[in-house]
């Protein structure tokens, strides 16, 4: 299957890597040409535009920042719809609303190609190493037949249900990773106010029942001082407010949803929508004039898990 990568960035990057390191026969392009040019060093191939790669490819994935992005991607004169023919596959791997991946997916159907979304989650660093979870939603025999390409890039891949499932899960698996995240501040701060030393803290936390993925790995770069997650501010104030909106749809009152974007867009707005978003605790330590430093933690996430092939689960 000769597969087309459209978006390098944090995560679409070494999504890509992951199917060059599995020895696919890939195209990719970028607005970075210079990300460009590194996967045709690696042996890659590049093309001007995305109805070109359409045209070349069988399966066409796109992991793109926003929505009007992939808007722009698929609709433009030069876009994947326009490349699109009979049998072709369209995979969006970007975290997006599901009320647009099903309007795109309409266009897709409309030139006899087949639309699926598939959006991952497990943080940057296991998209590195292939170990990233991936959710698909769409028809389950297109999913089976791009199943190798899935767990290429993935360790654990889930089949969630009609075009627009998995990106419903995704923005509800952010929304409740990005609420973690600030009560992990909460907590910090008040371990660091009442004078606990605060690797004895991440430990306690980590074997306790106030445990969590997030803590495991962002609370490591944040008691660093680095927060560098690769992924940042206006990515989290994104999806969150991806999950405000479906909730405003649904008719659902949240209540702890618009209190904790509103805290995302206060720290976006004091530190820079490209800063790490683990910097949300960084308002805390502001406020409290305290800092969250320990030694031994690392400066960047590394997955230590070794790379195995995945499976559907």
Not at 64 to 88: H, T
Not at 269 to 278: E, F, N, Q, V
């Amino acid at each position: 299957m000769k597969v087309g990568f459209i978006g390098l960035g944090n995560v679409g990057g070494k999504l890509a890597n992951s199917l060059l390191r599995n020895k696919f026969d890939l195209t990719v392009i970028d607005l970075d040409s210079s990300l460009t040019k590194d996967f045709v060093a690696k042996g890659a191939s590049a093309i001007n535009s995305p109805k070109e790669l359409a045209q070349k490819v069988d399966l066409i994935i796109t992991c793109l920042p926003s929505l009007s992005v992939c808007s722009e991607v698929m609709e433009s004169q030069d876009g994947v719809i326009n490349g699109l023919s009979k049998s072709k596959i369209w995979l969006e791997m970007s975290t997006t609303d599901e009320s647009e991946v099903r309007r795109l997916g309409e266009l897709v159907k409309n030139k006899g190609a087949i639309p699926l979304d598939g959006p991952v989650s497990g943080g940057c660093h296991r998209a590195a190493t292939g170990n990233i979870s991936i959710f698909v939603g769409g028809k389950y025999e297109i999913f089976e037949k791009i199943l190798p390409v899935l767990t290429a890039m993935g360790k654990k891949i889930l089949h969630t249900g009609k075009l627009g499932s998995a990106s419903v899960l995704k923005v509800i698996t952010n929304y409740l990773a990005s609420v973690n995240l600030v009560s992990i501040g909460e907590a910090l701060t008040v371990a660091k106010k009442t004078g606990m030393d605060l690797k004895t803290t991440y430990e306690a936390i980590k074997i306790s029942s106030g445990n969590s993925f997030v803590h495991e790995t962002e609370s490591q770069v944040i008691l660093n001082g680095s927060y560098n997650i690769s992924f940042t501010m206006d990515l989290v104030e994104k999806d969150m407010t991806l999950f405000n909106n479906l909730s405003k749809k649904l008719n659902i009152p949240l209540e702890i949803s618009p209190l904790v974007l509103n805290i995302f867009k206060d720290a976006h707005k004091k530190y820079g929508p490209r800063a790490w978003s683990s910097m949300v605790v960084k308002r805390l330590e502001d406020i409290c004039k305290i800092n969250f430093r320990a030694s031994g933690y690392p400066e960047e996430l590394v997955d230590n898990e070794k790379e195995e092939k995945g499976y559907e689960i």
